[in-house]
């Protein structure tokens, strides 16, 4: 289950990306004022975050510490409450899927063994299962076969993996193939491909790195209504689900689902075939990689002539802390797909020395020139905050007080980081909240909905949200602890809570946070 892992990585986020990032920025404020107790605040914040960011790697669980400076209470106690919020997230995600695949599981486990298998027992190769463990397999009997130290064997793949109508005869356009580590939803291009393609995408569903190629054996220069596809499975290869058949009105694409075998990456890959009553016109002709397989097949055909191919590209590994640079190659930005690379990610690059970049919204570019790329080829790179020519500069907002004009003035395309602290309360059972406002979940149901629900200044944002505009008539922005910002307009920046103020309701607000921001002026960001 995916999911599983968005939950580690949720909480994480909450550590790391929010608290921790804060303490830092904290630590380099009191600094430039001498505040030695804000300093010793925000060394303290910065080691409990990094001691849990530890243990959740080591235990894949977030733990608190019980005890925590006085100052740090409300912080440590806004967090807690996030990460129960999340656990429950993903507690009520993940229970309708478990009960769907271990439905699946049970009538899988009845189809090999011929027999009905005890309830413990099952339940126990389910939860194995799920942990990705050698489990062994279902006997008759309800016996089960202990775990041998050969891998398990890939399940057997129908020679036929569909086809979207009856022809008499079927012609083959291509291979296809993909690497994947989890469920995926890959869509492929059959329209007017003429050329070898391998490419590295990252995933819509998982968020992870897919290896993908199409070797194309004829060229489809035409698609028309009726147009019948097919696909076949491939020798050593699993196969896939195709969720949907190419057409005009999916721009000519076959959706594919593909599911990897149990914690390990898989090979999956088909032959796409068209109904061979197909026009010469909507078929094209053979490529010369096909003419050569054909003339390799046909003695008496004379040999064809390989002109020599240069060596193949090198896959070089990249990552960073934090993720999502962008990477630029020999001075242009990597796209694939239409959408920028960005880390952690693989790009390929011909063997020998590049010129590679790694650039972050607010951070230090990562330069690495005469990078060797050959086998094996890996960069992972700690960036640093640029603080180069930044303005930075702080200020008090209260819940009662509504819009309050900062003495910061951005320009259009200025990039700012904006850090928060502290909690207020703008409702009437007066709970403390921190800038992400009340969460609208059925305990602040009264918030929201009937006579008791409070007006807001945005209408689709928490109650008690930090809210940012720039100039007076500027629209609002919902802000959280932690965020990097461009200017999209010039103009002093506004903060204020998300409570419209009606017949003086504001006045009843209780607390405040402390706002830090840094404008690093304007610049190419990522």
Known sequence: FGVRNDRGFSVRIIAEYAHLNEGKTMLADKKKTGNITGMAIARNIIAIFEECSQGLQKSKDFAFPERVRRELAETIEACWQKKKEIEELYTTAVAPLEADYYNRFVEKAKAQSGADQPEAQLKALFKNLMAGEDRGSVQPGGETKAPGPAAEPAPAVPEILGASG????????????????????????????????????????????????????????????????????????????????????????????????????????????????????????????????????????????????????????????????????????????????????????????????????????????????????????????????????????????????????????????????????????????????????AAHNPYYLGPSALPRVHARANLGALLMKIGAKGGARVMGRSQRVVAEAAGPLYFGVNEADRDNSLADNKGGLTIYIQNLGSGSGK
């Open 166 to 441: 009856p022809a008499k005869n079927w012609v083959s356009i291509g291979f296809w193939t993909a690497e994947v580590s989890a469920v995926e939803m890959i869509r492929i291009p059959v329209l007017k491909i003429a050329k070898p393609s391998r490419q590295t995408i990252k995933s819509e569903e998982s968020g992870r790195s897919i290896s993908t190629a199409y070797r194309p054996l004829r060229v489809l220069t035409k698609g028309t209504p009726g147009l019948a596809f097919q696909a076949k499975s491939m020798p050593g290869r699993l196969g896939a689900d195709i969720v949907e058949w190419p057409s005009a009105r999916n721009e000519w694409r076959l959706l594919a689902r593909v599911k990897p075998l149990v914690n390990v990456p898989s090979k999956h890959g088909m032959e796409i075939q068209v109904a061979g009553e197909a026009s010469a016109q909507e078929l094209g002709t053979f490529l010369a990689e096909s003419a050569a397989l054909a003339n390799r097949n046909n003695a008496a055909a004379p040999a064809v002539a390989t002109p020599p191919q240069p060596p193949p590209n090198v896959k070089i590994r990249i990552a960073s802390d934090p993720a999502g640079a962008v990477v630029h190659l020999n001075g242009k930005q990597v796209v694939v797909g239409g959408a920028s690379v960005a880390t952690p990610c693989v790009v390929e690059a011909a063997p020998g020395k590049h010129d590679i970049s790694l650039k972050l919204f607010g951070y230090v570019d990562g330069n690495f020139i005469g990078f060797n790329a050959g086998t094996n080829a890996a960069i992972i790179h700690m960036f640093s905050e640029d603080t180069t020519a930044a303005v930075e500069s702080s200020l008090k907002i209260f819940a009662s007080e509504g819009w309050r004009e900062s003495q910061v003035t951005v320009a259009n395309g200025d990039r700012l980081i904006i850090s928060v602290s502290g909690a207020w309360s703008c409702a009437p059972r007066e709970e403390k909240v921190g800038p992400e406002g009340y969460p609208q979940d």
